[in-house]
């Protein structure tokens, strides 16, 4: 097996391999606790994750990541960051407690059904934003493609007549070049 690369956070979660107890190298602890279930902050999405009430190395509570999709048998490995202070923040094999396998499924149970539950508006919020963009990409090009081309013909057309016919000046005095009088006149026969 490839060196496992470890968990770091729960955004590199979703690609994260699910390893099993044969995958531990011999004699690398294995951390376990129960499954629990919470929801995401900004999306509401319900979350599971593996809750280690004491942990035999620091005696502290720890809380590490997992997948539902992972399930609950406890041959079933992840390989994550180390949360022990005492030993360094060394990476650790983390699976499920079989003498809480209880706590674990009704985590597992009611985190779905809070799941099943989350989705169907987290999918229409969702279909109503793309909606929205689409909306909006449709309008950006519309409005950027018409204003610039039927913008130039009216900026040159009205000018060209716009030059006020001069002013009939007598042609007496000399000296005066009054030339631009003179071609209007032939210019619109
Ligand atoms: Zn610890």
Not at 41 to 70: A, D, T
Not at 72 to 90: K, L, N, T
Not at 92 to 116: I, K, N
Not at 172 to 180: A, H, N, Q
Request: proline share 16%; net charge positive.
């Amino acid at each position: 097996m490839p060196e496992p690369k470890p968990i770091g956070n729960a955004g590199e979660l979703s690609s994260a391999p699910c390893y099993t107890v044969a995958d531990v190298p011999p004699g690398a602890p294995i951390v376990r606790g129960k499954l629990i279930w919470f929801r995401d902050r900004s999306s509401g999405r319900p979350l599971v994750g593996i809750k280690v009430e004491r942990c035999h190395r620091c005696r502290k509570k720890h809380q590490y990541l997992w997948k539902w999709s992972w399930g609950i048998d406890p041959a079933a490995m992840s390989y994550q960051a180390g949360m022990c202070r005492v030993e360094g923040v060394a990476p650790c094999w983390v699976g499920l407690d079989p003498d809480q396998a209880a706590a674990s499924e009704a985590a597992y149970r009611e985190s779905h059904e809070a799941f099943e539950a989350w989705k169907p508006g987290h999918d229409a919020a969702m279909a109503e934003r793309a909606e929205r963009k689409a909306a909006r990409t449709a309008q950006e090009p519309a409005t950027t493609e018409t204003t610039p081309t039927p913008a130039p013909p009216p900026a040159i057309e009205p000018q060209a007549p716009s030059p006020p016919p001069p002013p009939p000046r007598p042609a007496t005095v000399p000296g005066l070049m009054w030339g631009p009088p003179a071609w209007p006149k032939e210019a619109r026969r």
